[in-house]
């Protein structure tokens, strides 16, 4: 389907668009004032990842897991997206874009991009705690319900959860990222520590010669191809010198 999609972009007005996939991590939200996951002020600093993001942990403490997400949640209604979601999203004047996510929040779409894959999950949905890919028991939460507590039924009677991918789970959109791969014209990796894997990988499946931008203030957690531009700059910034600089040259 998504296939599909991004071919009838491809000729949109009768040109044929340029196809940019762009893998988005943590950092991208940083300047909207969301937290990054590891580092000094990371996420996994202050909760244990085992204890909130895995399966056991839910099993051992559902409360915790639960009000951990909807503290997230909460945090993510107050914030906005920042320039670098704004120019990514203004990439699809130009370009058939698919933005491969890692992020569970919704800043992508709320700053105007239309073709998001969320690789672990999205914090705004909730899901079946007994199959978590269920797609009838996935709905999208909204105001003023915001928060899952304990009682809260999915549509198969189990407990709700949130529908974020945590660790050990397996990750059914890997497949739609790998097939947004093929046939880009260039590759963008944004705010990520490239640690966490099968989503980390989605660089090897790069056409062999195509450009490869990585915009990251730090270093990363890989060996990036030789022909790899490093654009060490904060996700906005960053996504000026990509369209000023590189894109189009
Ligand atoms: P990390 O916290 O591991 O990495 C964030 C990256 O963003 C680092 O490389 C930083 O250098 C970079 N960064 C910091 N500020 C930035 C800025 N202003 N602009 C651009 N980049 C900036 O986060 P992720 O790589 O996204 O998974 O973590 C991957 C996964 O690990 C997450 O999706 C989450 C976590 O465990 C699950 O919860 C399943």
Known sequence: MREVYASLKLFIGGNIMKRITILTGAGMSAESGLSLFRGGNGLWNNYPVEQVATPEGFAANPSLVLEFYNKRRTELLQVEPNDGHRLVASLEEKYAVTVVTQNVDNLHERAGSTNVIHLHGELMKVCSSRNPNDPRCVRTLSSPDLEIKMGDLAADGSQLRPFIVWFGEAVPLMEDAIAAMQGIDAFV????????????????????????YLIDPNDVNATLPSNAIHIRKGASEGMNILINEYLDK
């Open 189 to 212: 990796i944004i705010g990520t520590s490239l640690n966490v894997y099968p989503a980390a990988g989605l660089l090897h499946y790069a056409p062999a010669g195509v450009p490869i």
